[in-house]
């Protein structure tokens, strides 16, 4: 595979991208994604949304006895039955696109400006003349790549947890955008980029497929829950011994069975005052930050993909190349060095493995001259045999994956 081209007007660097426009403003790169096109078929997406495993929502409008626009909305498993005497305005969304098309995957590296570690998924919309899914916002950044026919995009008013939605309606839409930023019918290829929280509305002008591929930070509510793992299960990065230090509280006159609120906000100053002075709690932050980000939000099919080193060692000798599916997300922290792939910290990597993983998840991609490049500088008759033996399992597990 031929490494992708960032997804960037001419004029604009990575760094002038992220420094103007990254959760700032809008971007329409015309023909900025041209490997798109030819990829997907409409007739591809609705096959698919009716599979086992898939993630899929189907949505349907239509007008109710006083004129007004009535949503309707079935989620996964769908069905032939669902997509028969279907309204004139209807969409169907899959999630998960990479899992089902390794091709569409590997277009992540045209978004490579963008930390992988940010990769939510790649979501696809299909849509008749007139299909849309509503004015609304989105809780993360988006680049919306135009793969068939054609959209029109208006951007308008920026949004935040008080935007109101309409009533009594299955998804999260309103009527209001407010003066517009852009107006513009995406053809395949155009590729728009729409920051997090600003209100969006596409309507399809014909059949049409436009592919998202969506970056979220993870929430409080995620650290917290790694946090609590962490400490419930001690690691090397944090032991619970380290929070068993007395608070210094100052008594005064209260009833006798009231908790003093005052009390409570010196205990909790306490606890962050230790917390920002404490190295330990720093890497179980850490740790809690690589485990949520490396998380995926949809669980890796399984596959019964066997491999084996000697029939590897072949298969790169005659020249394939492995390097990182784009299913699976990697990462490292350096300070303690460790590394992550879907949420799991591999803790018992040896040096070898490390720095061969550490190269694959920032883009690499090994033939069989570079893997041996890692080898012949180790003291180890046996480091080959077990790199070998290592990628196997990588690549039963779905963390790599084989090229021509």
Not at 28 to 57: H, S, W, Y
Not at 106 to 111: D, G, I, K, R, S
Not at 273 to 290: M, N, P, T, W
Request: proline letters at 6%; hydrophobic letters at 40%; aromatic letters at 10%.
């Amino acid at each position: 595979m031929s490494k992708i081209a960032y997804c960037l007007p001419n004029e604009i660097s990575a760094e002038q991208f992220l420094t103007e426009y990254w959760q700032k403003k809008p971007l329409l790169i015309k023909n900025g994604l041209p490997q798109i096109v030819g990829l997907l078929e409409p007739q591809d997406i609705i096959d698919l949304a009716q599979q086992d495993d898939v993630t899929a929502r189907l949505l349907k409008t239509e007008q109710d006895p006083q004129g007004e626009e009535r949503w309707t909305l079935k989620t996964s498993p769908l069905n032939k039955k669902d997509f028969s005497k279907l309204p004139p305005q209807w969409s169907v969304l899959v999630q998960n696109l990479e899992q089902w098309s390794p091709e569409l995957g590997e277009l992540w590296q045209a978004f490579g400006f963008i930390p992988q570690w940010q990769r939510d998924d790649i979501m696809v919309s299909y849509a008749p003349q007139g299909g849309s899914v509503g004015r609304h916002y989105d809780e993360y950044d988006v680049f919306l790549v135009q793969a068939y026919g054609h959209r029109r995009w208006q951007l308008g008013k920026w949004c935040d947890p008080s935007t109101e939605f309409k009533p009594n309606q299955p998804i999260r839409i309103f009527d209001e955008m407010g003066d517009l930023l852009l107006d513009e019918v995406m053809a395949p290829g155009d590729v728009l980029y729409v920051p997090s929280r600003l209100s969006h509305y596409g309507v399809a002008q014909d059949d049409c497929l436009t592919v998202s591929f969506g970056l979220r930070y993870p929430n409080l509510g995620d650290l917290i829950d790694n946090i609590n793992d962490a400490i419930c299960h001690p690691t090397p990065h944090f032991s619970p011994a380290a929070l068993n230090i007395p608070l210094r509280l100052s008594p005064n006159t209260q009833p006798l069975a009231q908790l003093d609120p005052a009390m409570v906000q010196n205990m909790k100053q306490q606890l962050l005052d230790h917390l920002s002075q404490s190295a330990e709690f720093d890497r179980l932050f850490q740790h809690a930050v690589a485990t949520a980000v490396s998380s995926r939000r949809y669980e890796l099919l399984q596959s019964d993909d066997e491999f084996y080193p000697e029939e590897l060692s072949e298969m790169l000798q005659d020249g394939a190349t492995i390097q990182q599916d784009s299913n699976s997300k990697m990462l490292y922290t350096e300070q303690p060095f460790a590394l992550y792939v879907n949420g799991e910290w591999l803790d018992e990597l040896s040096e070898l493995e490390s720095a061969v993983l550490k190269d694959l998840a920032n883009g690499a991609v090994l033939d069989w001259q570079t893997l041996q490049g890692y080898v012949t500088d180790l003291d180890d008759e046996m480091a080959e045999e077990v790199l070998l033996d290592s990628l196997c399992s990588w690549l039963e597990n779905g963390w790599l994956v084989l090229g021509e």
